[in-house]
């Protein structure tokens, strides 16, 4: 992508999701580019967006670019699976040079064809598994691959609720996974920007065998090669990051705890 403005290193990186999920990318951001500022928009007020429609997925996503835009960020980067899938090539389209578009799933699929499997399981929102988007960009890679894909709608709420790592969350997750469409997986795809949280019990599920593989790492190393291929990685950061969210409750705020290692302070901004 070719940008018609000539960013420059001290200039923000913007990232957005349909609410606190995407913090785990902003959070791997934080510990693995620690001299890039963050400015993080989280949609609170139309969240989920795994329910959504894409036409309204496309919709909620170019009124936040353009806030982050606004804002002079350098790179915008998509950290919700459901808003990658379904607006990705639409904001590429319609902020032609204006920033540098990350989404987290080409990412993992450049992670999973560097591994040669032979059948995958994805889990995703019903956002994400309808569209297509990775089993397409799967297959186009890598024809042979057996892809099987199933929609987890219960996830997101008990993620955000607390519940993992007990024997609640375990039953749900058992009742997923034991779908007999993921006999003989090789690795399990993570496909939700939530998911990471509830890594440890579907790993105790699915035992050594199977490769459990999230967005998060992939995604910050695209996030660096492209800045370090253009020369914009910063060197120094003189600003904190920005939270902002377009509903703010109390809740929001204390669940952020569990996406994000540091105690953060959420900013209400309505864009709507
Ligand atoms: N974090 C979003 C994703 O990665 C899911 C949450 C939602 O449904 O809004 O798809």
Request: aromatic letters at 10%; hydrophobic letters at 40%; charged letters at 25%.
């Amino acid at each position: 992508m070719n940008l018609t403005k000539t960013p420059h290193k001290k200039q923000p990186i913007g990232v957005f999701d349909s609410g606190i999920g995407g913090l785990t990318v902003a959070n791997a951001i934080n510990r693995y580019l620690p001299n890039e500022e963050i400015i993080y928009f989280g949609d609170t007020a139309h969240l989920p967006y795994g329910d959504k429609s894409a036409d309204a997925i496309r919709y909620y996503c170019l009124k936040i670019v353009k806030f982050l835009l606004e804002r002079d960020c350098k790179m915008i980067v998509i950290a919700c699976n459901s808003a990658s899938s379904a607006a990705y090539d639409t904001l590429v389209d319609f902020f032609p040079g204006e920033a540098i578009f990350v989404n987290v799933v080409d990412p993992l699929v450049t992670g999973v064809i560097e591994k040669s499997y032979k059948k995958i399981g994805i889990i995703a929102t019903k956002a994400t598994i309808r569209s297509d988007v990775y089993q397409r960009k799967l297959r186009e890679q890598q024809s042979n691959l057996e892809v099987a894909a199933l929609e987890t709608p219960l996830l997101v709420p008990m993620i955000e609720e607390g519940y993992f790592d007990n024997n609640i969350s375990q039953v749900i997750i058992e009742n997923y996974l034991s779908n007999e469409q993921f006999k003989g997986i090789e690795a399990l795809l993570l496909a939700c920007t939530h998911y990471p949280l509830i890594r440890s019990d579907i790993e105790d599920y699915l035992g050594k065998a199977v490769d459990v593989l999230d967005s998060t790492l992939f995604t910050v190393r695209d996030i660096e090669n492209k800045l370090r291929k253009r020369d914009l990685l910063n060197d120094h950061k003189e600003k904190d990051h920005q939270f902002y969210v377009s509903d703010f409750t109390q809740s929001f705020e204390e669940t952020t705890r569990l996406f994000y290692n540091e105690h953060l302070q959420l900013d209400h901004y309505s864009i709507w």
